[in-house]
């Protein structure tokens, strides 16, 4: 039997109306309604069609226009017409037009015997049920009966909480209870097993009065929707938003990685492990191409139960996973490999595999697991597996997809974290290889320090340095290069490697600072921070710096700063207090000058020099953190360690400090009279050998004989010289501690000497040559007055 077409262009009556006011189209159905042929209407005012010579309506605001007219008939009659309007845009190169249509089929109401009259309750795919004013079922169509379970004639009569005997069940009874009194329709969504599903399914309830003519409220209506897709794709995209919030917080490799775990649990799975492919040897990228077995690193697990029983191995340890397994299946495919519980073939492959060294699971119920492999920028990382026990669904595709979505932003997170950590430790392996291993042992002082990198910001430009100079002085050096990582550190590096350079020729902390800012100027102009074309702008790369130069002799301390915080002193007996110094611009500025200041240091005075990390905080002010630095030096208990430990816990908080930190402790020493001498010169080159005599009694009496002669020697040659090149008045210095004999000859001249190497016929040029080849170091210093020659000569055990 062939179906006839179902569209009736005559069962409407329809015209096309352009722009301009005229017919365009006119069809069969509008013939049958108003008598006029196409031929005589076409191409005509439409309004010569409007009954009795009524003005046309107003073109309306909008794109449609609805109402009734009376229309001319083609007998001469009026027929009153409802019409409907739409406004068409111009299309396919044409003007734009108006479609005018009027039904003129399917108007009249349906009989009773219709049997679309019953479909809309029926038939209806929704499931719909119909309750009295004691909320009990009246009726349900088909839908609804397959959502109960059971048939109408069955439970008609009893009311919902009946019906379904769940809590679920009487919170909707509730709700029908509230639509009924009050008259208002409401909407509530639910979650509900129905049939023999083994998961709930949403449901979204929307509950209506049902009145009579008078407006009365008879019963209520109830139509249930199925939205459990889209109730799961809402869960799905709501739990992928989380993921990318809460995962990657941090540049931890472990702390990203139980992130992962913590969002997948409960929420996908019941039990999740991350586990991570050890690094290579030197820190290498992970493989491109992984071959089983694979041996894997525990980094994070998370459980619906407490403990985490579900595994045999905790963080940190490792296990190795054969070729059959659904970890190295992901790793070596990079695929997702979902296996449950009762898969063929899957002994040695389902979940019961999963513990460590084979521990089973399987008492705990777990059903099914996926191995997720954790890949980014085309390497594969490890492994994130998930299992489910007290879920009794089992994973579904969507699943699948979703755990690969969520894994996928967290290994990107993971492998941000692994080059994060990569880099750092290398900036950090730099930074300690270029600061000292110890501190030197000096007869000027004794030196306790602490260096502490960055816990999040990255390693840093922080350094200090203490530096032996002649006359048994000391320098010390606290020092801080703006920004951080490897190159913050290899600046840093040659920072401080210019001080020591400088530090060498016994420039003044003021000298000392003016080249050093020199040196941050042309590092600036080298470091490439300028646009091409253009000159480098000065306090690109900047640093601040403190230095500071201790006599044990004079027990008197020079120092000055460059933008850097004023070192604290606490002398004996006495409260710790900021030295007022000159503050001085930071290193790189170029053009400003640095002020010294010398003060005078009792013996046993302990020095703090720092970096500002140790005293910056955002929950504290800086003269808060100060206060709090006072009072943990204020508690030295002769201990310079226990006190640098003090300091840190102090004034750091939990987890590290957000800046570098580099504290350098120092306790004074003074030298004592009686190991020094000293001996005005005359000019007389012939007095000589009385001022070596003198010399030889004075190493007698510091029981230093056997450095006898060749301290003869050096004092002979460097006074000899001052006397004939030199500028008087001479001064020869002798000073001795422990381990070091230091000869020093001053004299008002400014031109230093020059080691060279003398010619066979030359009758001079070899006295320095000697000078040093039988001491240990030797040099020259500038001083107010003039110069100062020196040398060191080493004592020994046999020498005391």
Not at 158 to 171: D, N, T
Not at 372 to 389: D, E, M, S, Y
Not at 446 to 461: D, F, I, Q, T
Request: glycine letters at 10%; one cysteine or more.
């Amino acid at each position: 039997m062939s179906r006839v077409y179902p569209f009736d262009d005559a069962g409407t009556a329809r015209a096309v109306i352009g722009d301009d006011g005229t017919l365009v189209e006119w069809n069969e159905g509008a013939v049958r309604l108003l008598g006029h042929p196409a031929d005589a209407v076409l191409g005509r005012p439409a309004a010569k069609l409007l009954a009795g010579g009524a003005p046309a309506p107003a073109a309306p605001p909008g794109p449609r226009w609805e109402g009734t007219l009376g229309l001319r008939h083609r007998d001469g009659r009026t027929v009153s017409v409802w019409l409907l309007a739409h406004h068409r845009p111009p299309h396919d190169g044409g003007p734009g037009d108006w479609l005018v249509v009027t039904p003129l089929a399917g108007t009249e109401p349906p009989a009773a015997d219709d049997p679309l009259a019953e479909a809309g309750l029926i038939q209806s795919p929704c499931a719909i049920a119909v309750y009295d004013d004691r909320l009990r079922l009246r009726r349900m169509n088909e839908a609804m009966a397959a959502v109960v379970g059971l048939p109408e004639e069955r439970v008609r009569g009893l009311r919902i909480a009946e019906i379904g005997g769940k809590p679920q069940s009487e919170e909707l009874e509730r709700d029908l209870f509230r639509v009924l009194t009050s008259g208002r329709p409401l909407d509530v969504q639910t979650f509900l097993r129905t049939g023999g599903e083994d998961r709930a399914h949403a449901w979204l309830a929307r509950m209506a009065p049902v009145r009579d003519r008078a407006g009365r409220v008879r019963g209520v209506s109830m139509a249930a929707h199925d939205i459990t897709d889209n109730h799961r794709a809402r869960q799905r995209l709501q739990l992928v938003n989380e993921a990318s919030v809460r995962i990657g917080t941090t540049l931890d490799v472990t702390r990203t990685a139980q992130e992962l775990a913590d969002v997948c649990v409960p929420a996908l799975a019941d039990f999740v492990t991350i586990d991570l492919l050890d690094p290579q040897d030197g820190g290498a990228e992970a493989p491109a191409r992984i071959t089983a077995p694979v041996r894997l690193r525990r980094i994070a697990q998370r459980s619906v139960l407490p403990g985490v029983p579900e595994t045999g191995i905790g963080p940190g340890q490792t296990e190795q996973y054969p070729e059959a397994s659904p970890q190295a299946d992901a790793l070596t495919t990079g695929r997702t490999v979902a296996v449950p519980a009762a898969a063929p073939g899957a002994a040695g492959r389902g979940p019961a595999r999963h513990g460590a060294g084979g521990t089973p699971v399987r008492e705990f119920g777990v059903h099914c697991a996926m191995s997720v492999p954790i890949q980014a920028r085309g390497l594969t990382l490890g492994v994130a597996v998930l299992c489910r026990h007290r879920r009794p669904e089992a994973f579904t595709p969507d699943d699948v997809l979703l755990a690969e979505e969520i894994t996928a932003r967290a290994a990107v997170c993971i492998d941000n974290a692994r080059r994060y950590s990569r880099e750092r430790e290398t900036a950090l392996a730099l930074q300690r290889s270029l600061l000292p291993r110890s501190l030197p042992r000096t007869a000027a002082l004794e030196a306790c320090s602490r260096y502490l990198p960055a816990a999040r910001a990255g390693v840093g430009g922080d350094w200090f340095d203490v530096i032996p100079l002649s006359g048994m002085r000391v320098a010390m050096v606290v020092g801080d290069v703006v920004g951080h990582g490897i190159r913050a550190s290899a600046t840093m590096g040659r920072l401080r490697t210019a001080v020591r350079t400088l530090a060498d020729i016994d420039l003044a902390p003021d000298e000392l600072l003016t080249h050093l800012d020199d040196l941050v100027l042309r590092l600036s102009d080298e470091s490439g921070t300028a646009s091409a074309g253009e000159a480098g702008s000065p306090g690109e790369l900047g640093a601040t710096c403190l230095y500071a130069v201790y006599d044990p002799v004079s027990r008197r301390c020079a120092l000055a700063r460059a933008g850097h915080p004023p070192p604290v002193v606490l002398e004996p007996d006495g409260a710790p207090r900021a030295l007022d110094l000159p503050a001085g611009p930071p290193l790189g500025l170029g053009g400003l000058p640095f002020e010294s200041a010398e003060v005078e240091l009792p013996e046993g005075t302990v020095l703090a020099l720092y970096t500002d990390g140790l005293v910056w905080s955002r929950e504290r002010d800086p003269e808060t953190s100060r206060e709090m630095l006072h009072a943990a030096l204020g508690a030295y208990a002769g201990s310079l360690d226990e006190t640098c430990d003090r300091v840190l816990h102090t004034l750091l908080p939990y987890g590290g400090a957000p800046d570098d930190v580099a504290l350098l402790l120092a306790r004074t020493r003074g030298l004592p009279a009686s190991q020094v001498a000293t001996w005005d010169i005359p000019a007389d080159p012939a007095l000589v050998a009385p001022i070596r005599k003198q010399v030889v009694e004075q190493l007698s009496d510091w029981a230093l004989s056997e450095a006898t002669f060749t301290t003869e020697l050096v004092v002979s040659e460097l006074v000899t010289n001052a006397i004939r090149y030199g500028s008087h008045p001479i001064r020869l210095r002798l000073i001795h501690d422990a381990n070091t004999l230091t000869c020093e000859v001053s004299d008002a001249s400014h031109t230093a000497p020059h080691l060279r190497r003398a010619k066979v016929f030359d009758e001079g040029g070899r006295g320095l040559l000697l000078v040093a080849q039988l001491t240990q170091r030797w040099g020259s210093r500038h001083t107010a007055e003039g110069k100062t020659i020196w040398a060191e000569l080493p004592l020994f055990e046999q020498d005391r």
